[in-house]
């Protein structure tokens, strides 16, 4: 690559609230509100810490980064609250297993809180924060990342409940196996645990991770708090932060959901307005949004990033809180290239959320 | 088609509605569904000078109809405006049962530093708390619970918030803390979190604690107010209003005044629907300075399920769900490019609008221009140009429009409601509204609600491995038991909201249910059939 790596970069508070907001806003209706893990790191920020985001392309091929993330329900982060210390216990534990430390921490998914999440344990340690993840979005499962869909090791890995428990899978045959034991110690812990995935070199990184998704979604948050500012409009703003393209506007009149085999699953109806008057669009959602129709024709599906922003504000809106009467922008923003291989549809295409589509990007014109 | 207002009082029962607002007090004698007297007076600094004032206004506006009065029903935002203008608090201890877990967020952490300021006893952090399905997360650390009682008490703090994780779920926790504290400190006063609010804990534990804090100013207050209705020779029983439009018993509510704060809106709204006849309805109430949008379902406001923000605290519980908009009668108007709001002179219009000889272009001199109300001097907005006029009554009706659009939950076209004293504002038809309705009196629709309110009971549960219908039976179940507990006639019991939403990511098929119930009031009932019935 041509480029050379840029210089690492000191954050600011207003760097943490632009880097939420775009976190939330590329959960694609997922990833948990990352309310929490902001507070969190503004506590730490107050306190007279700090975090500093690196780009990837300065990692040593031999440096050591662990990838962090919580797991369990939403509602119960609404009670057991996200917790800095607890979500460096798992870096810990893989440390202490390694016997050796970490250089590193990265987010596994950029979208959600878990975009803020590596930001706590950074500002609680020394360890720079490299600017990229494993999904460029949010997505419900542990084998949804960049490294699975390239085949990279699954273990180990580290699971700690609040408690004095920690869990170290040393082997497992793949990452859904990972996910498959963790969510049931998970469950078994409450329902909200702090993890730690396999460690990933810097070469593995610089190879097939998502790069630069952190300065991504802070630069799509500062467009929104800009343009708000500026009484501009935000959605506007993401679309051209983002290299986007807006599908669609309109007012949802219909939400269906259902939770089965652990995810909220169902569908938003959104009624047309403005230039879409007279047509309809049908989000599906599995934690995440999924597919988009407008009329009866699948127009978007994963994995491009398919987001439903609020009218005015921009924010994004979680599937657990979307409701009739919201005015909404169904927006499309590009997909991480490695989910385009056959390997990475089989993992995160329409078909790995039970819909019978080959996969088309809305971005081929 | 028979609508139903979810307010139909038993016929006889002489009700005292009062609705103490920042400016006025306002009071009506209701007999039944008849409004026999209304009045408005101005609110004293003091707040019961001015129910005192109203009610010696009542009665010498209906005579001998006062006398036989069983229940005086007060909504007050007295509360409300303390935590907004930050006065009148007292300290409040915040215990939370959750360590290990959630420690690193403290009480009051994202609370305004002034606020914090004034409020903040200091705060406890103890090991305790539940799973979501109800199991410890670790052994309850009564001996630190023993210890912070103490430490409130060395201080002088009388007034404490105790929350646990899961407390809405399983309350023993709460319930045992509390009791530990009040074993160290009896005179210390406890709100418990789980009896206010929902599943959120920082936000719960928010609102118990703005209640704690508030708690010297309620005391003092519903006192004053049991001894505004005394020396005014009334012998009724007295009711404070809540934010869903229902009442609770005065001692109840010395102990409750967060669930005060939105009895304003929640009585207008209500009190609209009643004059109307009219119990499934938006809600619309222009104001001076904004215009609040609401909406009725079998005569009660819904809920809000997000996060309202009370003096810049995040705060979940049983709030009205409202859309506020900066239009009303004292809004600025802009010219070139035409703008409206949402900057307003607010209570200086009769100095600051062009009707009055100010300066200031108000939607209330378009209104007057319009021909749509006579106020001021007409003559001194003859000069604006008929398109700016009809432009700025198409916008503020486009943004009155939008803002309605935007409450309905449902596909469907239902009335309108307009109240408030701009509501000449409203246009006479509107997209997806079957009907416009100027509500008759509306300028007293506060007290109403307030007359016409009843007993509710209210339940927020995460049940496991249940048919939806067997766990809604179950929730609908704790919510009449709870109705009742709270003084509410079993046989009157309705549902009037109802809602499961399934949980991911949690073994078992968990599904979080709330249910509410309302009925009238058992002791007016009994108060009725004790009394010779009068004429």
């Known amino acids: 690559m041509a480029t050379s790596p840029s210089p690492p970069r000191h954050l600011s508070v207003a760097d943490m609230d632009a880097l939420a907001l775009g976190a939330w806003i590329l959960g694609t209706g997922g990833g948990g509100d990352p309310y929490h893990k902001l507070l969190n790191v503004k506590q730490l920020f107050k306190s007279g810490r700090s975090a500093c985001l690196i780009d990837p392309l300065s990692l040593a091929d031999d440096a050591l980064v662990a990838v962090v993330s919580s797991m369990g329900a939403p509602l119960v982060g609404q009670e057991r609250i996200p917790d800095a210390a607890h979500a460096l216990r798992p870096v810990r534990a893989m440390e202490e297993h390694l016997g050796r430390r970490f250089d590193a921490v990265m987010s596994m998914e950029i979208g959600g809180g878990n975009g803020v999440h590596p930001m706590m344990v950074a500002a609680l340690t020394d360890y720079p924060v490299v600017d990229a993840d494993g999904m460029g979005r949010a997505y419900p499962e542990l084998q949804m990342t960049s490294f699975a869909v390239a085949g990279l090791t699954c273990a180990p890995f580290a699971l700690s409940d609040i408690r004095a428990n920690d869990v170290v899978i040393t082997q497992a045959v793949d990452t859904r196996w990972v996910e498959r034991i963790s969510r049931r110690v998970t469950a078994e812990c409450g329902s909200t645990a702090a993890i730690c995935m396999a460690p990933r070199s810097g070469a593995e990184i610089k190879a097939h991770g998502i790069l630069h998704t952190a300065s991504q979604a802070i630069a799509l948050g500062e467009s929104v708090m800009s343009a708000r500012r500026a009484h501009g409009d935000p959605v506007d703003a993401i679309i051209n932060a983002g290299n986007g393209l807006k599908l669609f506007t309109g007012k949802v009149v219909d939400v269906d959901r259902r939770a089965t085999e652990g995810f909220l699953r169902g569908q938003a ?85 039970g819909f019978d589509l080959d996969f088309r990007s809305v971005f081929e014109s | 088609m028979s609508t139903n207002t979810g307010q139909v009082p038993p016929v006889g029962i002489k009700r005292i509605g009062i609705d103490v607002g920042g400016t006025n007090t306002d009071a009506v004698l209701v007999e039944g569904s008849t409004v026999l007297g209304a009045v408005k007076t101005v609110t004293s600094e003091d707040v019961t000078g001015g129910v005192r004032a109203a009610l010696k206004n009542l009665a010498a506006s209906t005579g001998d109809a006062m006398r036989d009065v069983t229940a005086v029903m007060i909504g007050t935002t007295h509360f409300v405006n303390a935590v907004v203008q930050r006065r009148d608090l007292n300290r409040a201890g915040a215990l939370r049962v959750c360590l290990p877990a959630s420690a690193s967020l403290p009480p009051m952490v994202d609370w305004p530093d002034d606020l914090a300021a004034l409020a903040n006893g200091g705060n406890y952090l103890v090991a305790g708390g539940h799973e979501y399905d109800g199991r410890p997360i670790v052994a309850l650390d009564e001996r630190a619970i023993a210890e912070a009682g ?107 005044p967060v669930f005060s704060f939105a009895s304003g809106p929640t009585n207008s709204m209500r009190g609209a629907a009643f004059l109307a006849g009219i119990g499934d309805a938006i809600v619309v109430d222009i104001g001076g300075t904004t215009s609040d949008v609401g909406c009725l379902k079998s005569g009660y406001p819904r809920e809000a399920n997000n996060v309202v923000k009370v003096g810049g605290v995040r705060t979940l519980f049983r709030m009205p769900d409202l859309l506020s908009i900066g239009l009303g009668g004292s809004t600025i108007v802009a010219e070139r490019p035409l703008s409206i709001g949402p900057r307003s002179v607010g209570h200086r219009l009769r100095n600051e609008a062009l009707v009055f000889g100010g300066e200031t272009l108000t939607l209330s001199d378009i209104a007057v221009a319009a021909g749509l109300v006579e106020m001021g001097d007409k003559a001194r907005v003859a000069h604006l140009p ?150």
């Open chain 2, 386 to 535: 008929s398109t700016l006029i009809k432009d700025t009554i198409t916008e503020a009706r486009r943004m009155l429009t939008e803002a309605v659009d935007r409450m309905k939950t449902e596909a469907s076209d239902p009335p309108l409601l307009a109240v408030g004293g701009a509501a000449m504002l409203t246009p006479e038809r509107m997209d997806g509204i079957c009907e416009v309705v100027r509500v008759p009196h509306h300028a007293v629709a506060n007290a109403v609600g307030a007359a016409m309110a009843q007993i509710s009971g209210e339940v927020d549960h995460v049940f496991r491995d249940m048919e939806r219908e067997e766990l809604l039976a179950e929730a609908e179940r704790m919510a009449r038991d709870r109705a009742i507990a709270a003084g509410a006639a079993a046989d009157t019991l309705k549902v009037v909201d109802i809602d499961s939403i399934p949980m991911s990511y949690m073994p078992g098929r968990a599904v979080r249910a709330r249910v509410r119930v309302v009925g009238d009031i058992t002791a007016l009932r009994a108060a009725k059939s004790a009394e010779p019935s009068s004429t």
């Open chain 2, 150 to 256: 103490r430490k409130m008490k060395a201080d002088g703090i009388a007034a404490a918030a105790v929350s646990a994780v899961f407390s809405p779920l399983t309350d023993a926790c709460e319930l045992r803390a509390a009791d530990i504290l009040r074993n160290e400190n009896p005179d210390l006063h406890i709100t418990r979190s789980g009896t206010l609010g929902r599943i959120g804990l920082l936000e719960r534990e928010n609102a118990a604690l703005l209640n704690a804090c508030l708690i010297d100013l309620s005391h003092r207050t519903i006192d004053a107010f049991e001894e505004a209705i005394r020396s005014s020779g009334i012998e009724a029983r007295l009711y404070i209003t809540q934010n869903d439009g229902t009442v609770v018993d005065a001692a109840t509510a010395r102990d409750q």
């Open chain 1, 269 to 353: 109806r959104i009624e047309g307005m403005d230039d879409d008057i007279g047509a309809e669009f049908t989000v599906h959602f599995q934690n995440e949004f999924s597919v988009g129709y407008r009329d009866c024709e699948a127009v978007v599906m994963t994995p491009d990033l398919i987001c439903v922003v609020d009218s005015v504000s921009g924010d994004g809106i979680g599937t657990d809180v979307i409701r009739y009467g919201q005015r909404v922008n169904v927006l499309a923003l590009p997909g991480p290239a490695c989910f385009m291989s056959g390997a990475g549809l089989a993992t995160v295409g329409p078909r790995a959320f």
